[in-house]
């Protein structure tokens, strides 16, 4: 009986003599790209996870048009198109040799299949109201397609471009979920679920070659793994890496490169503009100075965010700097509270959706706030209680989320966000920008709307979500900003 | 003795069936709609209607629960949601990792928690019993995702020798798959080898106290002798017992370990689902875990009888 | 027969408890620093003179959330094992009185039990009643109640079967009164060696729930939740992970030391399960 004991852990020894981990000796063939999140399917048309995206985007699928790494329309499966000057009818004229995974052509058929598809009223599409403006798709020919609007979409062609907007074969269309079958430069080779999912390069692509032959896209969900997994070199790239606390580290060893990109992520302290003592501005007004964002950044973020004091993303050339509105000032937020009647201050929830950023930046604030006298209970809930109660249910005090759409500041006209702001001032200026096509003046109107916003305290307004890719120094091509949900790995190479 | 069986495994059936219910009861109860999960926040009422009916989340629960149930008898466990598979084949693959860790982590606990027993029971009273009962005793208390983390600490982010977490699918080969399970099997082990070892000891003792290997040893039988022919198929019978009950807390108890090492297993699958509020999945491992109970106390119940080696009554 | 002397187990066991319980006490007049006090500038210290062990990623005092967290596994512990005597031990007892099918349903509720992982119990708590420490406590007391009503019966069985519970019963005691004057003072050692066993086992459980999210909302402070924080900076400040961890094992250690103590006094015949 000894003997087994002494033999277990040999066996157990040998193991760990046995197998190494380590990819830094990997062939500069493959790709290996860490993903915090697993996708649930693999099907962009047909849910709004934004690991579907991150995986499929542009390597497995692609849209007519395609979005850049600068955030720029392209042309992707259409290879170039017109516009009559209307704006009401698109002409786009298909690559001649697209063909899909299993072999078959992809044609103008396939095309108005998936744009039917996507409005048609079995449409489980997460962004159907990008196809709200198509009042016609006509096939006039194998190649070329033609999509009649019903009233002038500015974003059409941005819209066409994004994931949602994948163009799919009908025969494959149902099973693409778990056996996706595209038309992008990668196809399929396995998925370990739970894992990993891995490409490899598709040999009939009809467009230029990618350079990298296999690309694995790994699901590390845990902080502490995703620093080992890269100081191991068993990840090669780490696009939205979150574990901010570690990029020191990387920053500092030549082995890594850290790329700083821009990201549409405005990281808000929602607050119920409905709910009392929320309907007060100058309570709203209070808990912006109560909120040190210096120190949020720094704590929550381990100083990798850039501060913004209204809904707009600081790297765009109409931002306007309003952090000045609600600077720190304790002083004056306690002041604030007593002449809104609140003296003593008050009790309420802060409901926390799962991303560490919320969590943490949710624990600094309520610490940052029980100065002033506002005492915050935290819950932490996950993202379906989240969605139902605090985001369509509008059921809630406080909430804390980055809002990731790209030129999003228009939710603030939405009469049923779940924001429950109501401002006759900003809905006009919504409305003059949604008919305005001088730059001039819609910069104007969008500077407007962030003084509109910052001036009524809408929300607590913290900071720019930061968007970090981690990776070996060798690796080029990745990109370093987020204009959408993609890693498109097409032009990545090693150098 | 069939008639027992038979009572026995209706029983399980209708309390095993009863928890499917009790979990899907509350979880249509919860707040979270799985196709507002889906779609969301862009969602528009129609689309999400849409998802609801092609879910079947547009009949009424009671037509649900039944609807399952019914696939039950034909031996399918119905479709997830989330991942558009078949609740069956979604389960296996998650018990591929589980049930190897498990089984590793129970091995381990074996092959070091009744020897070392055996020998403390043998030495009784010496250093080395005294620095066993210590481990028996320090082992039980500390939390095994404590034991994972400080692993993860020493093996991976310290030596770099084996993966901080994940598992990279027994496709990978079986090298690379052990390695992913090494550091969580350990953890879970420690706690279970110092039950075991507690047991051995206790019940190695009580043996050595029986008439009948009193009797042996004062007829000059050798003392390993005695060990092996009469102390230790007694001492089997509480061993065995209690190596039953642990494989079912271990397949029930792997959530927090698997948190700790990211790994694809039941338990992750379990939590998982429930965020996304897949009713099918939840209620699917739910079965299992029942079905794997019982299996494993019909099994150590079977075990008994083999192993007791008392003279066997007429029945 | 029995050895009288004191043995070392009880004493350590209650040494250690003792220890607890008085830091926890402790902690409610007094703490080196407030425990959800945050000073980003001073995060992530080692060990020294200002903070005894140093500070977590906010710059909160470990030391003081250490105390604050004790009170709080002792409080869910407690509750937690005051809920399971509360249900298991009636539960228990009835199943004593009245053999026969009740027997047989006790005992599938425990195999039911057992297929429901206190982990699964909670996370449905928690979808249903939003997070706190309420389920947790609800989560661990229903494995409490299987417990305590297995162990109930089994123990009042025999009592029953003795000629002078019988004799009371002949002279027209109800069931109810029986149990009261008879069989629950029998059966009470038995009954504190294994809640006192459960209460080592609820420590643990909470920590796993606590460390998964499941249990006390922060800011107030819990050995899990400090792990789970930790984990991430286990690169950075691995002591963050170690504190915790210890203070879970040494009170876990103490009460299971206690249980064992107290077993070889009042549980001769080892009539309670050995959870741990």
Not at chain 1, 276 to 295: C, E, L, N, Q, S
Not at chain 1, 376 to 400: C, M, Q, S
Not at chain 3, 130 to 141: E, L, Q
Request: charged fraction near 20%; hydrophobic fraction near 50%.
């Amino acid at each position: 009986m000894g003997g087994m004991g002494k033999a277990a852990v040999a066996a157990a020894a040998l193991l760990l003599a046995a197998w190494p981990v380590g990819g830094w000796a990997q062939g500069h063939s493959g790709l290996v790209v860490g993903m915090q999140l697993e996708p649930p399917h693999l099907d962009p048309t047909a849910g709004a996870a934004g690991a579907i995206d991150e995986v499929t985007y542009a390597n497995l699928f692609e849209p007519l048009t395609r979005i850049d790494a600068a955030g720029a329309v392209v042309p992707g499966l259409a290879e170039r198109w017109t516009v009559s000057d209307d704006g009401l009818t698109y002409t786009f004229t298909l690559r001649p040799g697209a063909r899909f995974h299993d072999g078959s052509v992809c044609d103008s058929a396939d095309v108005k299949f998936s744009l039917d598809r996507a409005r048609g009223p079995q449409s489980v599409n997460a962004q159907k109201a990008y196809f709200a403006a198509i009042d016609t798709v006509e096939t006039p020919d194998p190649r070329t397609v033609v999509v009649r609007l019903s009233r002038p979409d500015g974003l059409f062609l941005f819209h066409m471009g994004q994931g949602d907007a994948v163009i799919v074969a009908q025969e494959t269309a149902d099973t693409n979920k778990q056996k996706p079958i595209g038309t992008g430069p990668f196809k399929l080779d396995r998925w370990a679920a739970g894992d990993r999912v891995e490409l490899v390069r598709n040999p009939d692509y009809d467009g230029p070659k990618p350079a990298l032959e296999r690309v694995t896209f790994r699901f590390i969900s845990d902080p502490a793994a995703q620093v080992a997994a890269l100081l191991s070199g068993d990840v090669d790239t780490f696009p939205q890496f979150g574990t901010y606390e570690a990029l020191d580290q990387f920053r500092k060893d030549p082995r890594f490169a850290v790329l700083d990109g821009t990201s549409e992520g405005e990281t808000l302290l929602v607050i119920n503009n409905a709910r009392k003592p929320f309907d007060d501005v100058r309570v709203r007004r209070a808990i912006g100075h109560a909120i040190d964002r210096t120190t949020l950044i720094d704590g929550a973020m381990f100083g990798t965010a850039k501060p913004i004091g209204s809904h707009f993303p600081p790297h765009r050339p109409e931002y306007v700097d309003l952090t000045g509105l609600s600077a720190y000032a304790p002083a004056k937020a306690r002041a604030l509270l007593a002449e809104a009647g609140y003296k003593d201050g008050f009790d309420a929830v802060l409901r926390l959706p799962p991303p560490i950023y919320a969590r943490r930046s949710g624990e600094l604030i309520a610490a940052m706030l029980a100065e002033v006298g506002i005492r915050l209970r935290i819950e932490n809930v996950e993202w379906a209680a989240w969605l139902e109660r605090t985001f369509k249910g509008r059921d809630f005090d406080l909430t804390l989320v980055a809002h990731t759409e790209p030129l999003d500041i228009g939710i603030y006209a939405r009469p049923d966000y779940y924001f429950n702001y109501r401002s006759d001032r900003f809905n006009a200026t919504e409305d003059e920008l949604s008919r305005t096509l001088d730059p001039a003046r819609r910069v104007a109107l969008l500077q407007q709307e962030q003084r509109i916003v910052a001036e009524d305290a809408v929300n607590g307004f913290l900071f720019q979500l930061p968007v970090v890719t981690v990776q070996k120094a060798g690796v080029t091509g990745m990109w370093p900003n987020r204009p959408l949900q993609a890693n498109d790995v097409t032009g990545v190479s090693w150098k | 003795m069939i008639h027992y069986l038979g009572r026995r495994l209706l029983g399980f059936a209708v309390s095993a069936w009863v928890a499917a219910l009790a979990v899907f009861v509350v979880l249509d109860v919860v707040p979270g709609d799985p196709a507002l999960l889906i779609l969301g926040t862009e969602a528009q009422p129609d689309t999400l209607a849409a998802l609801r009916a092609q879910m079947g989340l547009d009949r009424p629960a009671a037509e649900r629960f039944v609807r399952w149930s019914g696939g039950l008898l034909r031996g399918d466990f119905g479709t997830s949601h989330t991942y558009n598979r078949p609740v069956a084949s979604l389960v296996a693959e998650r018990l591929a990792v589980t049930l190897p860790l498990a089984l590793l982590a129970l091995a381990l606990a074996v092959a070091v928690g009744v020897p070392l027993g055996v020998w403390a029971a043998a030495r009784r009273g010496g250093i080395a019993d005294g620095m066993v009962r210590g481990f028996g005793r320090l082992g039980v208390a500390v939390p095994n995702f404590w034991i994972a983390m400080l692993l993860i600490w020493v093996f991976s982010v310290a030596l770099g020798w084996l993966p901080a977490g994940g598992f990279p699918g027994w496709q990978a080969g079986t090298g690379p798959a052990l390695a992913a399970l090494i550091l969580p099997a350990v953890a879970l082990a420690v706690p279970e080898a110092a039950i075991l070892v507690r047991l051995t000891r206790a019940a190695v003792l009580d043996t050595l106290r029986e008439d009948y290997v009193r009797t042996a040893t004062a007829k000059g039988v050798g003392r390993r002798v005695v060990l092996r022919r009469h102390v230790l198929p007694n001492a089997l019978i509480p061993i065995t017992t209690l190596v039953g009950l642990q494989f079912g807390f271990l397949v029930a108890g792997v959530v927090v370990v698997e948190n700790v090492c990211t790994l694809p297993g039941l338990g992750r699958l379990l939590t998982q689902a429930i965020g996304q509020r897949d009713v099918t999945v939840v209620q699917g491992v739910v079965l299992l875990l029942a079905v794997l109970v019982m299996a494993v106390s019909a099994l150590v119940d079977a075990l008994h009888a083999v192993l007791d080696p008392r003279p066997r009554r007429a029945a | 027969m029995r050895r009288r002397r004191t043995s070392f187990p009880l004493v350590a066991g209650a040494v250690l408890t003792g220890a607890l319980v008085l830091v926890a006490l402790l902690s409610l007049a007094w703490t080196p620093y407030a425990p959800e006090a945050v000073r980003v500038v001073a995060r992530l210290r080692p060990p020294g003179p200002d903070h005894w062990l140093g500070t977590d990623h906010f710059g909160r005092d470990v030391l003081s959330m250490l105390m604050v967290g004790a009170r709080l596994s002792l409080g869910i512990g407690a509750a937690s094992v005051a809920l399971g005597l509360l249900g298991g031990v009636p539960l228990g007892l009835l199943g004593a009185a009245r053999p026969g099918w009740w027997d047989e349903a006790a005992g599938r509720m425990a195999d039911l039990l057992f297929a429901f992982p206190a982990v699964l119990v909670a996370i449905l708590l928690t979808a249903l009643n939003g997070p706190g420490a309420g389920n947790a406590v609800a989560a661990i007391a229903l494995f409490n109640v299987a417990v305590l009503a297995r162990v109930t019966q089994g123990a009042a069985k025999g009592v029953m079967r003795r000629d002078f519970v019988r004799a009371s019963q002949a002279l027209g005691r109800g069931p109810w009164g029986v149990a009261w004057v008879h069989v629950l003072p029998a059966i009470a050692g038995v009954l504190a060696v294994q809640a006192t066993v459960l209460f080592a086992a609820a420590i643990l459980s909470e920590a796993g729930l606590s460390y998964l999210g499941l249990g006390v909302q922060p800011p107030v402070p819990s050995w899990g939740r400090m792990l789970e924080d930790a984990q991430t900076f286990l690169t950075r400040a691995p002591l963050l992970a170690v504190f915790p961890g210890a203070a879970i094992a040494l009170s876990v250690l103490g009460l299971s030391l206690l249980g064992d103590g107290l077993r070889d006094r009042f549980d001769p015949r080892h009539e309670s399960e050995p959870i741990l």
